[in-house]
């Protein structure tokens, strides 16, 4: 069965310092990946996803994002961290075949320190 | 253009009362998908609508949840009774294209049962 594990349940980055967030999956196939962000009251907003070609892909509010087949990862980053940052990310996979339905995993919770 | 609409936002029952959540899709979206992100967990899916049809609807935990899409516009899911272990985030998505590909999320509805 698929899964996606976000190893880091809680991160704290100084405002300006660089991030970069975890999330490797299991599939036995490229699978359709995908990053979210859910800002406090907010619902859950698609910051970037990775289909195929390149493997860097640059998302909304300065995310960028990095295909690893041999690592089976799908890691997030960002060069300089903003106060309004400070959120709750979620990497999600979809099988590229069939029915897909989107598998997530549990979640990164980014604080922003001054 | 309006975003993915749930109603209420937030909403606080007694274990073995009724619950009924509402989510309104985006015009034009036939598909229509449900998640619950139960306290710490990973945002799991319930299930899937293509129009008024239920496509999939493996992820229902049990028979008090009920969804329903009349006319193939907006969902509603229902619990009854609901129960302690309901408690959580339930959101709704939808997608022109099917599989969950470029789903837009609301903003979620927490249900606490008490």
């Known amino acids: 069965a698929q899964s996606v594990t976000q190893p880091d349940i809680h991160i704290t980055v100084s405002e300006g310092a660089s991030l970069e967030l975890r999330c490797n999956y299991s599939?036995?196939?490229?699978?359709?990946l995908f990053w979210y962000v859910q800002s406090p009251g907010q619902g859950l907003q698609l910051l970037l996803k990775y289909f195929s070609g390149d493997t860097l892909v640059q998302g909304i509010k300065g995310f960028e994002a990095e295909f690893k087949r041999s690592q089976s990862s799908f890691n997030l980053r960002k060069p300089s961290v903003h106060w309004s940052d400070a959120a709750e990310y979620f990497c999600?996979?979809?099988?590229?075949?069939?029915?897909?339905?989107?598998?997530f995993g549990t979640g990164t919770r980014l604080l922003v320190s001054p | 253009e309006a975003g993915v609409t749930q109603f209420p936002s937030h909403s606080v029952i007694e274990k073995g009362q009724t619950v009924t959540l509402r989510c309104d899709p985006i015009?034009?979206?036939?598909?229509l998908y449900w998640y619950r992100r139960v306290m710490g967990k990973e945002i799991k899916f319930l299930l899937h609508f293509v129009k008024e049809s239920k496509q999939d609807e493996s992820g229902m935990p049990n028979n008090r949840f009920l969804a329903e899409r009349t006319g193939g516009t907006y969902s509603t899911l229902k619990v009854q009774p609901a129960e302690l272990e309901d408690s959580g985030v339930y959101f709704c998505a939808s997608s022109i294209i099917q599989g969950g590909l470029e789903a837009f999320f609301g903003q979620g509805t927490r249900l606490t049962v008490v």
């Open positions: 599939y036995g196939a490229t699978p359709y």
């Open positions: 999600a996979v979809v099988k590229n075949t069939g029915f897909q339905k989107l598998v």
């Open positions: 015009s034009g979206h036939d598909n």
